[in-house]
Nanobody, 121 residues
Framework: QVQLVESGGGLVQPGGSLRLSCGVS????????MGWYRQVPGKQRELVAD???????RYADSVKGRFTISRDNAKNTVYLQMNSLKPEDTAVYVC???????????????WGRGTQVTVSS
C-alpha cells in the first residue's frame, strides 16, 4: 500500500524558516507529480506549490519568492523550504503525490495526514 508521511512542521516566529518533507513509501511504483497544499478551518484548501518529475515548479502568488519546492527522486521525497514566514502562513500543510504502480498498489492520487505550521510571536 502507498503511504505519505509529512514532517518538519512546528511553531516559528514571524520572519523565521521551516523545512517540510514528505516521503512516499511503497513497492514497485514511480512518483509523478508531487505538491503541497494548506488548509485553514473555514477556508478552501489552497495549492501552495507543486513539482513534476523533471523538477519544473509552480507556486501560489502568496508564497512566490519565499518558498521553494524540490524533490529527490531516488528517495521519493518532496521538500518545501519556507522562508520569511508570516502569520497568514499558519495552516495544516498536506502533501499530495500522483503514483504510477506496477505492483500491488493502485495507481492514482495519495494524500498525507498533514503537518501543522504555526507562525506567531
Amino acid at each position: 500500500q502507498v503511504q505519505l508521511v509529512e514532517s518538519g512542521g512546528g511553531l516559528v516566529q514571524p520572519g523565521g524558516s521551516l523545512r517540510l518533507s514528505c516521503g512516499v513509501s511503497g513497492s514497485f511504483l514511480i512518483v509523478n507529480n508531487m505538491g503541497w497544499y494548506r488548509q485553514v478551518p473555514g477556508k478552501q484548501r489552497e495549492l501552495v506549490a507543486d513539482i513534476i518529475r523533471t523538477s519544473a515548479t509552480r507556486y501560489a502568488d502568496s508564497v512566490k519568492g519565499r518558498f521553494t519546492i524540490s524533490r529527490d527522486n531516488a528517495k521519493n521525497t518532496v521538500y518545501l523550504q519556507m522562508n520569511s514566514l508570516k502569520p497568514e502562513d499558519t495552516a495544516v500543510y498536506v502533501c499530495n503525490a500522483n503514483v504510477r504502480s506496477w505492483g500491488p498498489a493502485t495507481s492514482g492520487d495519495y494524500w498525507g495526514r498533514g503537518t501543522q505550521v504555526t507562525v506567531s510571536s
